[in-house]
């Protein structure tokens, strides 16, 4: 089977989705014939092909009109089976405006009649969780709409979507295909990984990784770091990531030592130097969530939060293979917190059971399985003739 994926960044470019896309189509090429189409600006360097049999293919301002425009012409001259597109509106245009992204994916189809279309949703849109994000919302939301009904198949990161938007796309198959961790795991034991870094001897290493962001729950991890305190233990903070200034005036009250943006393997030694593992979130951790599955790909013992986000994979393994408490819920946080940092037989097994987790959920080979099966056993649903809406730009190729 001939699988295009399509996403603007790719390595050696700083993106999550764009390292998701690579590690993807690496793994897929081992199955299908694959190609990548991301793009390519005059001061960028040229995306660097992963180890495998998938082509990449760089085209300068991708996410602009004349770059999707050729985009277009490419694709067209040599079809794929599925067309992949990973969805993030963010990517695609300032705050998320994107206006010719579904024209260019109508002509596409309209040019080649026999490619499918997958969309892999990654954040179909903002929440209206305040004026900024309601207003962007307004144009975000119709974006995804037109954007779905484009799709011949829908694969959402978490089931919590496939539940709300199945009844927005009724005549489009819904799947869900979780994110896997986009950092390698180097081989070191702690104290060698404290070692190579650097850390003293501490006994009480916590650890934060992914962007700086109040979405992060930081009164929960403050209120932890308060009553370790309290309880005698002298805990450090090593937030992995960019954004010091953030977490200094967040936790200017204690310990924290900021690493700053690092190379994976960098990021892997740092986590493997950690004694717990913090990854909450405001909407409760959830199968997107690759900072989440980085701690447990390395077989550490993760403090998270369950909330509306939380589908029942994961809510089942809370308590075995990570501790998890209530998104709302800072106390019992902090308390979870202790007991996990005076128990480490409770960190051992904890540690060992989120590898066994992240191994059978979570790898790439497991997550492209995912891919190919969706594509392969769901016969796509045809979609009547769709035409734009008045207010998108038509679509012209000079």
């Given at each position: 089977m001939r699988v295009d994926l399509f996403f603007p960044a790719f390595p050696p470019a700083f993106d999550g989705i764009g390292d998701y896309t690579a590690h993807l189509a690496n793994t897929l090429s081992g199955r299908h014939d694959v190609r990548v189409w991301t793009s390519r600006s005059a001061d960028a360097p040229e995306p660097a092909s992963p180890p495998s049999e998938a082509e990449v293919r760089a085209i300068p301002a991708l996410t602009e009109t004349a770059g999707l425009a050729h985009w277009v012409s490419q694709c067209s001259a040599a079809p794929p089976d599925w067309l992949v597109i990973q969805y993030n509106p963010f990517s695609y245009g300032t705050r998320?405006?994107?206006?010719?992204?579904?024209?260019?994916?109508?002509?596409a189809k309209r040019r080649s009649p026999s490619m499918k279309v997958a969309v892999t949703v990654h954040e179909p849109f903002m929440p209206p969780?305040?004026?900024?994000?309601?207003?962007m919302s307004i144009w975000q939301r119709r974006q995804f709409k037109q954007i779905g009904e484009l799709a011949d198949q829908l694969i959402f990161t978490i089931p919590p979507w496939v539940e709300r938007f199945a009844?927005?796309?009724?005549?489009?198959?819904?799947?869900?295909?979780?994110?896997?961790?986009?950092?390698?795991?180097v081989a070191v034991t702690k104290q060698e990984a404290r070692t190579h870094i650097g850390l003293p001897d501490e006994r009480c290493v916590l650890g934060l990784f992914g962007r700086a962001r109040s979405s992060r729950l930081f009164g929960h991890i403050r209120a932890g770091l308060r009553t370790l305190e309290r309880a005698g233990h002298r805990p450090l903070l090593v937030y992995i990531g960019g954004g010091a200034e953030v977490i200094r005036t967040a936790f200017a009250d204690h310990r924290v030592r900021c690493t700053g943006a690092l190379p994976g393997d960098q990021v892997s030694r740092h986590l493997s130097a950690l004694d717990v593992y913090l990854a909450?979130?405001?909407?409760?951790?959830?199968?997107?969530?690759?900072?989440?599955?980085?701690?447990?790909?390395?077989?550490?013992?993760?403090?998270?939060?369950h909330g509306p986000q939380t589908d029942d994979l994961l809510a089942h393994a809370a308590g075995r293979a990570f501790c998890a408490v209530p998104v709302d819920d800072a106390e019992a946080f902090a308390e979870?917190?202790?007991?996990?940092?005076?128990?480490?037989?409770?960190?051992?097994?904890?540690?060992?059971?989120?590898?066994?987790?992240?191994?059978?959920?979570?790898?790439?080979?497991?997550?492209?399985a995912q891919y190919s099966d969706?594509?392969?056993?769901?016969?796509?649903?045809?979609?009547?003739?769709?035409?734009?809406?008045?207010?998108l730009h038509p679509w012209s190729i000079a």
């Open positions: 998320g405006y994107a206006p010719a992204l579904a024209p260019a994916i109508k002509e969780d305040s004026l900024r994000f309601m207003i009844s927005w796309f009724p005549n489009t198959p819904c799947a869900h295909v979780p994110v896997g961790s986009n950092m390698p795991r909450p979130y405001h909407k409760g951790v959830s199968t997107r969530r690759g900072a989440f599955l980085a701690g447990m790909q390395h077989a550490l013992p993760v403090l998270t939060t979870t917190l202790r007991s996990m940092v005076e128990s480490p037989a409770r960190q051992h097994q904890l540690g060992r059971n989120a590898r066994s987790f992240y191994l059978s959920h979570f790898t790439w080979p497991v997550i492209a969706v594509l392969q056993m769901h016969t796509p649903a045809s979609n009547p003739a769709l035409s734009l809406s008045p207010n």
